[in-house]
C-alpha cells in the first residue's frame, strides 16, 4: 500500500514564525501536492511538483514556498507565517509522468496547523 | 476554469436507506471522475475512480456512475451504517495530474 506521511498532525506557531511542513511518500511518485482545506471553500492546490527540484504554482500560492530536494520528500514552507493561513494542510502523490486515466491521488493525513 | 458542484451539502438519514450524492462539472472533456471519503479531521481516502470510457463504477456497497454528456455523477449508497459517517468528495482532472475537488457533501447516519 501507497503510505503518505506528514511530520505533524497538530502545529500552532506565532504570526511571523517560518513555518516547514514535510510530507513523505514512499512509493517512488513522481508528482507530490500541497492543498489547503477550509470550510466552504473545500480543497485548494497551493503547490504541485512533477520531479525533484520542479515545482508549479497551484490556484493560491501566495505567502507559500515549497521545496523538493528528493523524490520522495516535498516540503511546504510559510516564510512567514500569518493568521489567515490557520488551516489544515493536505499532501497528496500520484504515480509519475503524463497522467493516466486510472491515477488516483494518495494522501496523507493532513497538519492541522494554527498560526496564533 | 473546470468547477465541481456537490448537492447535497449535507444529509442526514437513518441506518439502513439508501442513498444518492450528486456530482457535477462544468467542462465534460475529463478522462476519469474520482470519489473521496474523508473522515473528520482526517486525510483523503479514493473510494472509486470512474475512466471516461466507463459508465459505472462499483465496490461493495457503493456504486459510481458518470454521465460525461451532462456533467454529471452520483454515488449511490446501499443500506447504509453509521460507519459511512463522514465527508464524501468528488474531484476531476483540471491540467496536468491535478485536480479539481467539489466540497464535499457531509453524511451523517444515525443509528
Known amino acids: 500500500d501507497v503510505k503518505v506521511t506528514q511530520s505533524s498532525r497538530y502545529l500552532v506557531k ?28 473545500g480543497l485548494r492546490l497551493i503547490y504541485f511538483s512533477y520531479d525533484v527540484k520542479m515545482k508549479e504554482k497551484g490556484d493560491i500560492p501566495e505567502g507559500y514556498s515549497v521545496s523538493r530536494e528528493k523524490k520522495e520528500r516535498f516540503s511546504l ?22 497522467a493516466t486515466s486510472t491515477d488516483t491521488q494518495y494522501f496523507g493525513p493532513g497538519t492541522r496547523l494554527t498560526v496564533l | 476554469k473546470q468547477e465541481v458542484t456537490q448537492i447535497p451539502a449535507a444529509l442526514s438519514v437513518p441506518e439502513g436507506e439508501n442513498l444518492v450524492l450528486n456530482c457535477s462539472f462544468t467542462d465534460s472533456a475529463i478522462y476519469n471522475l474520482q470519489w473521496f471519503r474523508q473522515d473528520p479531521g482526517k486525510g483523503l481516502t479514493s473510494l472509486l475512480l470512474i475512466q471516461s470510457s466507463q459508465r459505472e463504477q462499483t465496490s461493495g456497497r457503493l456504486n459510481a456512475s458518470l454521465d460525461k454528456s451532462s456533467g ?3 454515488l449511490y449508497i446501499a443500506a447504509s451504517q453509521p460507519g459511512d459517517s463522514a465527508t464524501y468528495l468528488c474531484a476531476v482532472p483540471s491540467g496536468y495530474s491535478t485536480l479539481t475537488f467539489g466540497k464535499g457533501t457531509m453524511l451523517l447516519v444515525s443509528p
Open chain 1, 14 to 41: 506565532r504570526t511571523g514564525e517560518k513555518v516547514f511542513l514535510e510530507c513523505v511518500q514512499d512509493m517512488d511518485h513522481e508528482n507530490m501536492f500541497w492543498y489547503r482545506q477550509d470550510p466552504g471553500l
Open chain 1, 77 to 98: 514552507i510559510l516564510e512567514s507565517a500569518s493568521t489567515n493561513q490557520t488551516s489544515m494542510y493536505l499532501c497528496a502523490s500520484t504515480p509519475g509522468g503524463v
Open chain 2, 72 to 74: 454529471r455523477s452520483t
